[in-house]
Each structure stands twice: as C-alpha cells, then as structure tokens.
C-alpha cells in the first residue's frame, strides 16, 4: 500500500540493428513529454541509447554495469536528462564484461530485477543489447512488458519463434508474470513492396499483439541520433517523430486498459 508502481518495460529482439535503441529513445522521450516520469536504462555494451542522448558514456560504477552487478546503488547513477522528467543509467562498454561476470554468480538472473526494485517511476524503459546473454535474462526478469521491434525486411519472422521461445522458458522458471506489451513493425518502407508483405504477414500472424503504430523508414531518425537527440525533438514534424508520438499513444492507452 502507497508503494509507487513502476512498470519496468524492456525492448528488446536478439537482432541487431532492428530499431530496439530508437524506440527505446523516443518512447521514453514522448511518455515523458505527456508528463509521466520516466527512467531510460541502458544496458547494451554499445551505449547507443547513451550517446544518442547526447550524454558521455559514464566510467564502470557510474553506469549500468554498477547497477547490473549490485556494486552501486542506482540512486547514485541516474541522471537527469534535458527532458523534463526523463532521467536516464547510462551504459559503459564495460558492461560487455558483465556477461562473463554474471555467470559466476548464483542470483545471476536476478542481479538488475533486485537492483531496481526499490525505483520509484512511471515507467523504467530498458534498451537491451542483441542475442540472449545474462544481460538480457536479466531484463526479461525484471520486466514486466515486453516491446519487440520488428524490422519490415525478408527475415523479419525468423528470429520471432526463437524470440517467443525464450520468453516462455523465462515464464515458466523466473517471471511468470512476463507479458509482450507489444511487437512494433519499424523501419517500413511504403515504397517496397516487402514491407507490405512482412506487414501483413506479422499481423495475420500475432493479430492484436501488433501495435496499429508503424515506424516508417525516415532519414530523420538516423540523421538524429547523428546530433545526439531523439527524432521527436530534433525534428517533430517528421513522419518519424509522428510515428514515435503516437506509438506513445497507442502505448500508454494500451496500458490504461490494461
Ligand atoms: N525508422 C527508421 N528509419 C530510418 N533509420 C532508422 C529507423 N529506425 C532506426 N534507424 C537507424 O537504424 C540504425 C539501427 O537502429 P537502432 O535503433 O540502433 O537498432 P538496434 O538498437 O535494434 O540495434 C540506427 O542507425 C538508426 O538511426
Ligand atoms: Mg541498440
């Protein structure tokens, strides 16, 4: 009673390059323009959601990687964003050590679900790294909701089964709890035939669990994280910052109904 609840939401997809850091980016940044108040947790190695911030990558205990193996109190290492109420844990390169790290230890799936347990935010939005490393069990634990970005491309479908079949076993032994928030199809290209056919595909397949947003294709993006902001406030008219609003939208709706 009176504890503040905090719904922790990964984004995650064993693929590289699929969109996971942008949406991770822009989806804190929009919820918490509506003004809720948000955490960004980066936990991939590669620190693009840290630089795509426009913030330095922090030094080992002031990151992600302290947070990750209990060294530090994440009080300590968040910090404030120039967005009113998004506060963000930066991710170091370190942190690639962790997975090795990790294996030694036995509350290894645990490790970030206990360290965040006590943070008291809307909502905690966690950038994952690829593949399904400690790190990213570790975020599957302490989530409970999942966004999966889906890139509109040939293979699109392929690591989806795999993708599922992890997130059953991390129900059926650690987070029963676990719950796919939404898939998002990202980087759509009207003028590609493809992208209607994987479109098409994906929403036959997974129905409602698809988010009736899609993240078009838009240099906008890619130009953004080049100038370390997100799209919706380097250039908020672009189709690609529209996108990222309403897929806050169609989110935090999902979530009242929820
Ligand atoms: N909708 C989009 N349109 C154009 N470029 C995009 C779009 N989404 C992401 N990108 C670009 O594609 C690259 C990979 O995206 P990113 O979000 O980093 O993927 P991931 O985190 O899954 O590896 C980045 O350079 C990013 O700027
Ligand atoms: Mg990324």
Do not use: W
């Not at 994987?198 to 929403?203: K, P």
């Not at 100038?227 to 529209?242: E, F, Q």
């Amino acid at each position: 009673m009176g504890e503040h609840s905090t719904l922790v939401v990964a984004i995650i997809n064993q693929k590289g390059g699929v969109g996971k850091t942008t949406t991770a980016v822009n989806l804190a940044t929009a919820v918490a323009a509506v003004g809720k108040k948000v955490l960004l947790l980066d936990i991939d190695p590669q620190g693009n959601a840290t630089t795509g911030f426009g913030m330095p990558k922090g030094r080992r205990l002031q990151s992600s990687y302290g947070v990750l193996l209990g060294l530090v109190d994440p009080q300590e290492v968040i910090r404030e964003t120039y967005v009113h109420g998004l506060f963000m844990i930066p991710s170091t390169i370190d942190l690639s050590a962790a997975e090795v790290e990790l294996f030694g230890q036995k509350d290894r799936d645990s490790k970030l679900k206990q360290a965040i347990a006590h943070l008291s935010f809307d909502y905690i939005f966690i950038d994952c790294p690829p593949g399904f490393g400690f790190i990213n069990i570790n975020a599957l634990n302490a989530a409970g909701k999942i966004i999966i970005p889906l890139q509109c491309e040939f293979y699109a479908l392929e690591g989806l089964a795999q993708l599922f079949s992890t997130i059953q076993s991390v129900r059926n032994t650690i987070n029963k709890n676990l719950i796919v928030s939404g898939i998002l199809l990202t980087m759509f290209d009207r003028r590609n035939s493809l992208s209607y056919v994987v479109a098409t595909d994906v929403r036959t397949h997974f129905k409602e669990l698809v988010f009736d947003t899609v993240i078009p294709r838009n240099v906008r993006i890619s130009e953004a994280s080049s100038h370390g902001k997100p799209v919706v406030l380097y250039d908020v008219k672009s189709s690609g910052a529209m996108s990222y609003i309403e897929l806050a939208r169609e989110f935090l709706a999902r979530e009242q109904n929820a």
